[in-house]
């Protein structure tokens, strides 16, 4: 393992007070980002393999009979690690360092989903987290600064400019 690390595959949940197994990731990582876009449904982004930073998205979700499965969705725009991410009307936003996207999740099993380029963030360097509030996204930083991260704000101001 590259770097001194250990990268895991295992997936777990806390259901009824115990712990149950999942199917393992495809993808053994760490400092990955997840998140819960649905009851049955979880996405699992980036993170780092080796000294090498991950693009890869995979979904776990539960099949109408009960069966547990993973499905590799479209690769980030840019390879992440320590990054997060957050639900957001619909959409998942994902953010580290200086710049995000968003991710439009699949609408059926053989869609990969569709990721949209949010552009840079100008307070933060480091390690960022995401928060939403009062229907914003903001971005902290671990240098102490915060930043509103709105995706309809970028795509109206981006669409100015073109």
């Known amino acids: ?75 980030m725009l840019t390879a992440r690690w320590w990054h997060d991410m957050t639900l957001f009307r619909g959409c998942v936003i994902v953010a580290s360092e200086v710049s995000a996207e968003m991710f439009t999740l699949p609408l059926n099993d053989t869609d990969p989903g569709q990721w949209t380029r949010l552009g840079n963030l100008n307070a933060a360097s480091g390690r960022t987290s995401l928060a939403v509030w009062a229907g914003r996204i903001f971005a902290f930083s671990d240098n102490g600064n915060v930043e509103e991260c709105s995706p309809l704000k970028r795509q109206a101001s981006d669409a100015k400019q073109t």
């Not at 590259?2 to 009824?16: D, H, I, K």
């Not at 393992?24 to 876009?37: G, L, Q, S, W, Y």
């Not at 980036?46 to 979904?59: I, K, M, Q, T």
């Open 1 to 75: 393992s590259g770097g001194g690390r250990s990268y895991l595959a295992t997936c777990e949940r806390l259901s009824a007070n115990r712990w149950e197994k999942l199917p393992d990731m495809p993808t053994a990582r760490t400092a990955c980002a997840a998140v819960c876009p649905g009851s049955s449904r979880l996405l699992v982004t980036g993170g780092r393999r080796g000294y090498d930073a991950l693009s890869s998205v995979e979904l776990l979700q539960r099949s109408p009979t009960g069966v547990w499965q993973w499905r590799r969705l479209a690769p």
